[in-house]
Structure formats: structure tokens, C-alpha cells
């Protein structure tokens, strides 16, 4: 097995404590850290910072196991903590449950020499050696792991370089997308978010010689989401200031809008924010945006057209995943043909629809309620990375069709009347025109959405995401109802997908 190797100098106690809370930034369950060194030379302390950081708890006790030989703590990855000095032979560590702690969670294990070769040969090797009034840490790591290593220290030199040196970084989300966020806590700064999105390399060609990436117009560096959120605060909407930036290496340090929720404290969607939610829409939709946005100086973003085929990669995102998993089984080349030509005409009829800026996943997870604020600033946007030229109806249909929460029909209705006379008293509107593309919108997002819902647990191991497909369907039902979508719909009631509403 190939493996890298990093060598760190660590000034003092602090430093040590903070490498294993940027190792814990970087564990994945099934992750064990083998922690050697003489006694006194910082495995403890290491664990300590690792432990603290993993469970979210700065001040959390964390005793060295040495003769309780092992310690659980409950954490967004659970994480047990060994330590076999006092292991009487290798063969007693399956009575600790070492096994079971990775199946999906992290071992951290000191002393791992007493192991005798029992651990895997994937283990993520670190000794510590005094050096000076210091330490020394040598990493051994297989290169999968050690990227995820690197990856995380440069996140701490980012840190360091943006005047938060020290900062206490702590886990906030991983979205359904290859990004990541922490949030980053020092005293006397406000509380920031740090984004990690690694510019992503392009797939496998898929069609016409192009990654399903490029057909579909999805982000692949950090560069459309400043290049937005500048042009979005520029006519006064809560986008995230940006605090500092590294466009090569995929970070960003923002603004933490909040932690206000369109949900109530049940869950439950809240019909006044959601409203507001609509007229800031209305907002949006009123501006003559620039197709090309400023990222930095010569460095600008052309917002690309949610074209056909960017439309057609994504609806096809259901026959790829949804409906074999479903149904059982493969889907055959004649369906596919049906299903092109079912959505084709639909489609085109979008060509004479409105168009504006698509922030393209407008929905609860991503607007930050402000309810001390009026007006406009009330709604904070954080997700617009992923922006396109398209049908301004596309954001509504987001909005009033929730993938993340049950929207009922009357509150649909609510929403999309709220929009259209915010719409109608800035202006002419034509809500005929409207209502058809916002049916299109609806049904080819949620379209788009069974499929990754179902690719969540089917290819990333997500099992959750799949309590939302119910929802989902319920609203392609909805929307297939339109008039302008009967070729759509009857293709998924010959295949079962969804019946329409009566």
C-alpha cells in the first residue's frame, strides 16, 4: 500500500491539541489513528484536541483511558478513545469492541506497538517525539487519507493567514454536494463560516464529449459563488460578505447570516416567511442582472443558460436512478426515447417564458430567517453557487414546493399568489405565461430531485434522504396537472410514477 508522509513541528501543548483537532476535521468513520511516542510526548493531549473537536465541546473532560483501556464519546462521528499500555495481549483488544468502534465510527489508539500487528494496515500512523521545547509529529498515511490531512491543515493556514490564528474550528454541514462547511470561532471576531469546496475535476464524458458537470452547469470552483453573492449584495440582498478568499485552492471565509429557520421550532414551515421568501424572489426577479459577474479583479463568472440540455441531463437523473429502484428493473432504451420525446415539447415551450437569475435551490435549508430585521434583509441567501439565466418560475417552484418540507396545496397557493402581485404591482406580469412555466419548473425539478434523493442512499450511502421522496412525488402530481405538461404526464402514468391530482 502506498502511503505519504508529513512531518510537523509543534511549538507547545496548544499546537498539539490543535493538530488533533484538524485531524478530527479530517476522520471519516472507519478512520483509526495509531498515536505513538514516549510517555509525555503528547498522544493525550492530541487526543484530547482530536476528541474535543469531533464531539463539538472545547471543555469536555477527556481522561486518559490508561486503566479503563478504553473511552466512548457520542459525536457527529462517534469516536472511541484506547489506550494499551496496560493491554495484556493482542488477543484482548476483540474484547474491547475495536472492531466494532470502526465500522462507523473513529479509534484513536495509544500505545499501538501493544497491539502487535492487529491493527489494519490502513491505520493513519502519527508519533510524537520531543524536539526542543517542542514536539515533533510525523503522519504516515495511506494517500487517500493524507489528502484528507492536507486538505485540512491548508484550511488552517487559511485560518491563520485570514487573522484567525487559533480559531476553534467546529463541523456544520456536508450538503448533498461535494462541499463543506465548518464554522470558525476565535475571541473578539464574530463567529464565521468557512466553505471548503476543492475545485472539482470533470467526470467521465457522458454525452456530446461532456461530464454530466458541464451539461448540467454546476459549480466546480468557488468562483461563481463569490462572483454572485457580490452581485446580490450590490442591489442590497443579505448575500454573505466575504471575508477572505482563495479561488485556487477552493476556501472561503463568510458571513454567518444566522441560524433562523422558514421552519418553526416543530419543523413546520411558517406561512409569513415563506411569503417574504416569495416577495424577495419578486425582488430578484424585478433586477436586469449582468450575465457576466466580478470574482475578483480580472476574474469574472459568465452565467450560463439553463438550456435544453441542462434541463433534459437533469430530468434524466429519475430514469438513471429512480425508477430502477423502484420498479426493479433496468430501464430500457425505448423509454429513455419516450422520455426524451415526452419532455422535448414542454421544453421548448419555456422558450417564450420570462427569464432572470435561477439561484437554482431556493428552499428553506439554504434562506436564513431575520426576524429582528425588516424588509428584505430579513431573508439571508447562502446557496446561489450553483446560478443560471433561465425561467424566472424555476426559484418559485423551489420555494413553494419544498423538497425538505411538506408545503400543503393551500400554502403552495398562498406562495405563488404572494409572488405574483408582488410581481403585478412592480409592474406588467404576465401570469398566464407564468403559471405554465411554473408547472414545467416544478415537475422537472422534482423530477431531477427523486433521482438524487434515490442516488443519495443508492451510490453515497444517505439512507435518510429517502423519507423525502413520498413528498416529492405528491408534488410532481401537482404539477403535472398543467395543461402544458400532458406529454410528461402521460409518460409517468404509463410508467407508474405519479397519478395527478383530481
Request: proline share 5%.
Amino acid at each position: 500500500m502506498t502511503t505519504d508522509t508529513l512531518i510537523l513541528t509543534l511549538d507547545n501543548d496548544a499546537a498539539t491539541a490543535r493538530l488533533g483537532a484538524d485531524l478530527a476535521a479530517a476522520a471519516k468513520a472507519g478512520d483509526v489513528f495509531a498515536l505513538s511516542g514516549d510517555l509525555g510526548a503528547g498522544k493525550t493531549t492530541l487526543a484530547r484536541g482530536f476528541i474535543r473537536a469531533l464531539v463539538g465541546d472545547p471543555v469536555i473532560d477527556v481522561p486518559s483511558p490508561t486503566f479503563t483501556l478504553v473511552q466512548a464519546y457520542e459525536a457527529r462521528i462517534p469516536v472511541q478513545h484506547f489506550d494499551l499500555y496496560r493491554l495484556a495481549g493482542a488477543a484482548d483488544l476483540e474484547e474491547l469492541g475495536f472492531d466494532e468502534a470502526t465500522e462507523d465510527g473513529v479509534a484513536l489508539v495509544e500505545w499501538p506497538e501493544r497491539a502487535a500487528g492487529r491493527l489494519p494496515v490502513d491505520a493513519i500512523a502519527i508519533e510524537l517525539a520531543h524536539e526542543g521545547d517542542g514536539r515533533k509529529a510525523t503522519i504516515e498515511a495511506p494517500i487517500a487519507a493524507m489528502k484528507r490531512i492536507r486538505r485540512s491543515l491548508d484550511i488552517r493556514d487559511f485560518l491563520d493567514a485570514a487573522g484567525m490564528a487559533g480559531a476553534t474550528r467546529t463541523f456544520l454541514l456536508g450538503d448533498a454536494s461535494t462541499r463543506a462547511y465548518e464554522t470558525a470561532a476565535i475571541d473578539g471576531l464574530a463567529t464565521r463560516i468557512l466553505m471548503n469546496a476543492a475545485r472539482q475535476p470533470d467526470g467521465p464524458p457522458i454525452r456530446d464529449g461532456k461530464p454530466y458537470s458541464r451539461i448540467a452547469h454546476l459549480a466546480e470552483s468557488v468562483t461563481p459563488f463569490v462572483a454572485i453573492g457580490r452581485a446580490l449584495k450590490a442591489h442590497g440582498f443579505s448575500a454573505p460578505d466575504i471575508y477572505a478568499q482563495d479561488l485556487d485552492r477552493g476556501l472561503l471565509l463568510i458571513e454567518h447570516l444566522g441560524d433562523g429557520s422558514l421552519l418553526d421550532a416543530q419543523g413546520l414551515p411558517v406561512a409569513e416567511r415563506y411569503i417574504a421568501a416569495a416577495e424577495l424572489l419578486a425582488a430578484i426577479h424585478a433586477i436586469d442582472w449582468p450575465r457576466d459577474m466580478e470574482a475578483a479583479p480580472g476574474v469574472a463568472h459568465h452565467l450560463p443558460d439553463y438550456d435544453h440540455a441542462a434541463l433534459s441531463i437533469e430530468t434524466e437523473l429519475l430514469l438513471d436512478w429512480y425508477l430502477p429502484a423502484e420498479t426493479g428493473r433496468a430501464v430500457r432504451v425505448e423509454d429513455r426515447l419516450a422520455f426524451a420525446a415526452a419532455w422535448r415539447p414542454v421544453f421548448a415551450h419555456l422558450d417564450g417564458a420570462e427569464k432572470s437569475l435561477v439561484l437554482r435551490d431556493f428552499h428553506s435549508p439554504n434562506i436564513i430567517w431575520r426576524g429582528e430585521r425588516a424588509g428584505h434583509d430579513r431573508l439571508g441567501i447562502i446557496d446561489f453557487q450553483d446560478a443560471l439565466w433561465g425561467p424566472s418560475a424555476h426559484d418559485v417552484a423551489s420555494l413553494a414546493q419544498d423538497a425538505r418540507v411538506t408545503i400543503s396545496p393551500e400554502l403552495e397557493r398562498t406562495i405563488v399568489e404572494a409572488y405574483c402581485a408582488a410581481r403585478v404591482a412592480a409592474g406588467y406580469f404576465d401570469r398566464d405565461s407564468f403559471d405554465a412555466a411554473y408547472a414545467i419548473m416544478a415537475a422537472q425539478r422534482n423530477s431531477k430531485v427523486l433521482g438524487i434523493f434515490v442516488r443519495l442512499d443508492v451510490r453515497d450511502g444517505k439512507p435518510h434522504y429517502r423519507k423525502h421522496l413520498p413528498r416529492i412525488r405528491d408534488y410532481v402530481a401537482r404539477s403535472l396537472a398543467h395543461p402544458a405538461l400532458d406529454t410528461v404526464r402521460g409518460f409517468f402514468e404509463h410508467a407508474g410514477i405519479a397519478r395527478t391530482k383530481p
